[in-house]
């Protein structure tokens, strides 16, 4: 009777053990799966995540998923953190910034032509990325652009640690040989063009240096928005010159067209003459040039290499332009009138020598040394020197009385002493044509002063006749000054 009731409880298998330990191993890595899954659902919400783990590394795929594994990365690196706390989200941040270097790694060595989806979502992980509304400028509104260049340092971006690799993933890919420039147009169309510009008034010059790199291979590559470049950068231009004068990106902006220009076909469009005349040439007005200064003047070369009979068209903007108060750009001003009047041809040259030798004239004179030395040095210039050689008779005459007034009584003595060596120049190069226009300056002194004297002498008949009569009421009074 025991023997019939013992054989029918059930019996304990031998490997149930091992069973069980095998059942623990699977829940232990299916936790480690799940604890992967909730740190990536923690930086980018699990309805997007589809498909594919983006915590994988690209070796651990085959070919076939690779391209699904980078947009699924691109997803996950769509979310912005807030960086001006940098103890929130910290690990969220770390686990991003590891996925981007993955991203611009695989940009890098992959060799996997990408389709549509990807470069959709890579224009769109960028969009969210980088394009954002910058914080107003609380610095003096009374002050231009590069104006407190010696006490304002620059602002750098606390999100410039995953910045600049966003940045540098956008560079590799927008260069990639694998990415087709036809399916690459329909996201990187106008509106990203736009808002790419504008990201260019960055205070920190890391992200404006990045900028213009992209810009510049974006307008290489894609031939079909070159003109809607140009045009948008000309608005800027536009809107810097006669509304804001505030723009931090406008060196970047003038360093790129530098490139551009110097690649423009013989002869040049109207379009582009156009926006040397409307839009290079009025950048010398805003008090802040010497921020841009040297990119300009490149830009502005670069044209008159291309075709010569546009250094005319410069130097009368450059007379528009000029600044009357303002010693420093009075210095560079004189500095690019040099380049220019090396490369122009003498026809170009005689179009504009009366007014623009009436200028160097008043800088002669000028009483702040550094714009009369400046002046002055245009002499050292062979190139210069050929043309007033050529011209004498016209630019004597008008040079003369400046070269005079110094010689008599400016103050410095460098001044004095290049005074005296152009002097000599024009002596030595046309004598007669030196003695006629010594003898025309004095007689004009004559005449002045003669004119002085009368205008002395009418002065003191009215202050005597108005004494000989008595005030009263209200009428107004002469006032005669104190001897002294």
Known sequence: ??????????????????????????????????????????????????????????????????????????????????????????????????????????????????????????????????????????????????????????????????????YDLLLRFVTSSFLDARIAKKYIDHSFILRLLDLFDSEDPRERECLKTILHRIYGKFMVHRPFIRKAVSNIFYRFVFETERHNGIAE?????????????????EEHKIFLWRALVPLHKPKCLGVYFQQLSYCVTQFIDKEPKLASVVIKGLLKYWPITNSQKEVMFLGELEEILEAINMAEFQKVMLPLFWRIGCCINSFHFQVAERALFLWNNDQIINLVMHNRQAILPIVFPALERNAQSHWNQAVLNLTLNVRKMFLEMDHDLFLASEDHYKEEVEKENLVAEKRRETWERLENAASLHKVAGNTAVLVTPLAS
């Not at 191993?25 to 783990?53: H, L, M, Q, Y």
């Not at 991003?96 to 890098?108: G, M, N, P, S």
């Not at 980088?130 to 999100?159: H, I, K, Q, W």
């Not at 003038?254 to 469009?269: H, Y």
């Open 253 to 269: 902006l003038l360093e790129i067209f530098g490139s551009v220009v110097s690649g423009f076909a013989l002869p040049l469009k």
């Open 1 to 166: 009777m025991l023997k019939q009731i013992l054989s029918r409880l059930p019996r304990k298998s031998p490997k149930s053990s091992e069973t069980i330990d095998s059942a623990r191993t699977d829940s232990a890595n299916e936790n480690v799966v799940v604890s992967k899954r909730a740190a990536s659902s923690a930086v980018f919400p699990s309805s997007v995540v589809a498909g594919i783990e983006p915590l994988l590394a690209f070796k651990d795929v085959p070919a076939s998923e690779k391209l699904n594994l980078f947009v699924s990365k691109l997803n996950l690196c769509s979310v912005v953190f807030d960086f001006t706390d940098h103890k929130k989200n910290s690990s969220e941040k770390e686990l991003k910034r590891q996925t981007l270097i993955e991203l611009v790694d695989f940009v890098a060595t992959g060799n996997i032509k990408f389709t549509e989806v990807a470069v959709s979502s890579m224009c769109k992980m960028c969009a969210l990325n980088l394009f954002r509304v910058f914080p107003p400028n609380y610095r003096s509104s009374s002050s231009g652009v590069g104006e407190n260049d010696d006490t304002d340092e620059p602002m750098f971006d606390p999100a410039w640690s995953h910045l600049q690799i966003v």
